[in-house]
DNA sequence: AGTTGGATGGTCT
DNA sequence: GACCATCCAACTG
């Protein structure tokens, strides 16, 4: 079993959300985006990287929670054994030293194996094949879990999305990302905020 | 340590 | 035909 805490995340809304996926109306792709709360919305951008999303609101409208970041708390041998097997969506360019890809991994410190939107989806497994699956589901073999009774509340910090500057003002500024302030498992990429 | 460019193809214009 | 809710390698300093 594998298992993390959800530490970063993004909002988006429905068609009005100009940032959204669901901008230019329900389509194939994002169809999901409109289903019931709990269940999951996975995309492919780029053409190559899964993400993993949380659909919040109710039937028939659309809504989506993004899990930007995670941090793996159970697993960790078939995290990194996931990471490992990951073939980067119909590459064609091989690689120069395999080696050198294993010896990468080897360096990647646990906390930051799950550290932004697509590597969260290849930690955990996650493709487009769970487009639509209910993630509230007890049996379900991707689940979202409440977090243990007892467990402190981690500090969170607001910021605006990240890579959303084509949406224009309002919003690609709004404040929709939340993350937890300070936490090492936090994604630190480009455009992205950092913790 | 920080920045830049390449990969890649489905989706929308 | 252009864009894209990203990641990694290869640079520069």
Not at 158 to 173: I, L, N, Q, S, T
């Amino acid at each position: 079993m594998r298992a993390g805490r959800i530490v970063e995340v993004e909002a988006y809304g429905g068609p009005e959300d100009r940032a959204s996926h669901a901008r230019s109306g329900r389509t194939a792709r994002n169809a999901a985006m409109w289903g019931p709360p709990g269940s999951a919305y996975v995309y492919r951008v780029y053409g190559m990287h899964d993400c993993l999303n949380v659909v919040t609101g109710p039937s028939g409208t659309a809504s989506a929670i993004l899990v930007r970041a995670v941090e793996p708390l159970a697993g960790l041998e078939r995290i990194r054994a996931a990471r490992a097997d990951h073939a980067p969506a119909g590459r064609r360019v091989v690689r120069a030293d395999p080696g050198a890809v294993v010896a990468r991994l080897a360096r990647i410190p646990d906390v930051r194996l799950a550290s932004g939107p697509a590597l969260v989806a290849v930690a955990f497994s996650v493709s487009r094949s769970d487009d639509g699956a209910d993630l509230l589901d007890p049996g379900g073999s991707l689940r979202l879990e409440a977090a243990p009774a007892g467990e402190p509340a981690l500090a969170v910090a607001v910021g605006p999305r990240v890579g959303v500057a084509y949406a224009g003002e309002p919003w690609a500024g709004l404040a929709w990302r939340f993350w937890a302030a300070g936490h090492v498992s936090v994604s630190a990429g480009r455009g992205s905020a950092g913790r």
